[in-house]
C-alpha cells in the first residue's frame, strides 16, 4: 500500500480544494484512511478519519473542521478525499493521508501508517 496525496494549491480565503489520496497498491478499501495536516511551527493535527465501508464506513472530524471538511472514498478507483471548503489563512498547511485498522474512538491518537508526501494547501486573505 502506497499513498499519494494530490489536489493541494495557492486559493483565496473562502475557497475550497478536494484533496485525494490515492493508493498505487489497490488495498485501501480494507483500511480506515485518516487525513492530516501540519502547518508551519506545529505539530501535525488530525482532521478526519473514515472507517472502511465493509466495517461501517463512519466517518470522524476534529471540531474546528466540522460543517466545512467532508472526507468521502472511492473504493472502486483505490481513493479517499477530502473536501475542504470555506477555508481561512490558518487552514494553511501541508495535508497528509495514512491508514490504519479503524478510526476507532481514539482516531486523533491512534498509530496510523503508510503515510504520503502529503500536498501543500495555502489560503491567502
Known amino acids: 500500500l502506497q499513498l499519494a496525496e494530490s489536489g493541494g494549491g495557492l486559493v483565496q480565503s473562502g475557497g475550497s480544494l478536494n484533496l485525494s489520496c490515492v493508493d498505487s497498491g489497490h488495498t485501501l478499501r480494507y483500511y480506515a484512511v485518516g487525513w492530516f495536516r501540519q502547518a508551519p511551527g506545529k505539530e501535525r493535527e488530525a482532521v478526519s478519519c473514515i472507517n472502511n465501508s465493509d466495517y461501517d464506513g463512519q466517518t470522524y472530524y476534529t471540531e474546528s473542521v466540522k460543517g466545512r471538511f467532508t472526507i468521502s472514498r472511492d473504493n472502486a478507483n483505490n481513493t479517499a478525499f477530502l473536501q475542504i471548503n470555506s477555508l481561512k489563512p490558518e487552514n494553511t498547511a501541508v495535508y497528509s493521508c495514512?491508514?490504519?485498522?479503524?478510526?476507532?474512538?481514539?482516531?486523533?491518537?491512534?498509530?496510523?501508517?503508510?503515510w504520503g508526501q502529503g500536498t501543500q494547501v495555502t489560503v491567502s486573505s
Open positions: 495514512a491508514t490504519a485498522p479503524d478510526c476507532g474512538g481514539n482516531w486523533k491518537s491512534r498509530e496510523y501508517h503508510n
